[in-house]
Structures are given as C-alpha cells and as structure tokens.
C-alpha cells in the first residue's frame, strides 16, 4: 500500500520551504505524483467600497494577485530543486471565504494532503488556508506540519494516538502506508475505555494485532490521567519518547462543543509539535 498522488498546499504561513520539503519526501518515498496548490485571494472580493473603483486600481489589485501565484510557484520550483518527481503547480484566485473550499476540492483528487499548521499566535491571513477546515471538508488525511518548521526526519517514530473511535480507525488506515515504513509504532491509549464502546477488552490489543498483521514493529502504551488532559498527555509522551510524527483521529465530538470547551483536535492544531497526520 502506498500514496500514489500527494497534494501540498504552498502559501505564506510558517516555513513554506519545509512543509513543500515534506511532501517531496513523501512523493518520493512513495513514488507518487506531487501537486502543489496555492490559491490566492482575490482582493476585490475583499473590498467594500461605497462608489465604482478605477480602471488603473481593478487591474493594480489583479496583479498583486498573480504576483502571489507567481512566487508560490517559483517557492515550489525551488525547493523541488533536480527532483524527478511527476508533479505539477496548480493556481486559483478565490474570495477569501472559500479558500478552504477550493482546497478540499482539490484534495479529494489525492491520497494525502500536505499543509503547514496555522501561526498559533495570529489571526488567519488572507489567502491562507486552515488545516481544520480542510480536514472537515476534503475527505482526506491531512498531514500537518508544524509552523515552527521541521526539527528533524519524521514517520521513523510514530505515535498513534488509538481510542476505538471511528476517527481513529480511519486516522489508522489512512496512516498505513507511513507506519508500514516507520522503525517503530507505538499505540497509545489515554484513559481508555474498555467494552464494545472503546477499545475492546485489552486497550490496543485488536488495533496492535492488525497492525502487527502488516508487518508494522508496534508497541501498545496505557495511560491514566486525572490531572492532564488527553491533549496534553499525548504531547509530553511525545517528547518523552522521541516521536517524530503523530496519527489522530480528528473532532469524534461535535466541533462547536470543541469550540465552547475546548477537545483534542482543536489543542493539537493549536499546539503541536511535530508533524501530525489528521483524520475525520
């Protein structure tokens, strides 16, 4: 099993070089094609104006649009460098509201899709895109890459974060072709709950069966916790074991009662660390 077409998505956040980095590693791994995306927003579509705008500022603000094609694609050429990988630069201008929109379009022509993590510390920019819009609406694993960039190689050891849930088992599969070439897996569990509405009836046990059934080197972590939360339990084993790439299932609970009370995805997304590989 293998990712045949892998979409990147190139705009301004974090460090574009990396994130496009990421996903060359990846195409190449899996000898798949490698499409990369920037969608540009349309600055008309971002104006309110009481009477008609010139000639000279409609043509003025269409070419700060192209401009921002243009470079996103010369960002691509440049860090695909000599790679004879089967790829190609795609280009749209959209209004900012549907930005997310066109992205998901596009991912659901691909087996996985690339993106950088949104700045953690801002306000979303024009024309960039959101990673949990994306992962809502394209139908797609999204493998995230931290803002701050990528500190060193990632999927040689991968965390798998496993709650029975239907997310997770999608998280899971969608995974595969990653964790059949990662050096080790481990399945972590946090509080599980066990019986036909969790885990089973040994947390992890089943999933590390499948798992060891594709050759994968897995090893199954429980872990009790009344003082942190999920999130945040994930994120400190993460650095206690040298993980370089989580597997989540995202938003098993509705995403506005994330919003209100705060949930794994959402703090993930916010507080990640290493690249991270999202399903819903």
Known sequence: MAYRNILTVVDEVGKPDQTIGAAIKLAEKHQAHLAALHVAADPIMQLYFDGPISQDVLVSLREQAQLSVQNAEATFTRVLGQSTLSSDFRSQIAATSVIDEVIAMHARHADLVVLTQSDPSKERASGNAMPEEVILLGGRPVLV??????????????????????????????????????????????????????????????????????????????????????DQVILSRAAELDIDMLVLGAYGTPRLRERLFGGVTRSLLHEMTVPTLFSH
């Open 145 to 230: 890459i931290p803002y701050v960039g990528i500190q060193k190689d990632f999927g040689n050891h991968v965390l798998v974060g496993w709650d029975g849930s239907r997310e997770a088992a999608r998280a899971m599969n969608d995974a595969l072709p990653i964790l059949a070439t990662a050096d080790k897996v481990t399945v972590m569990s946090v509080n599980p709950k066990t019986g036909t509405g969790g885990t089973g009836e040994l947390a992890g046990a089943d999933i590390a069966l499948h798992l060891a059934r594709h050759d994968i080197n897995v090893e199954v972590m429980h872990e009790t916790s009344h003082d942190l939360s999920p």
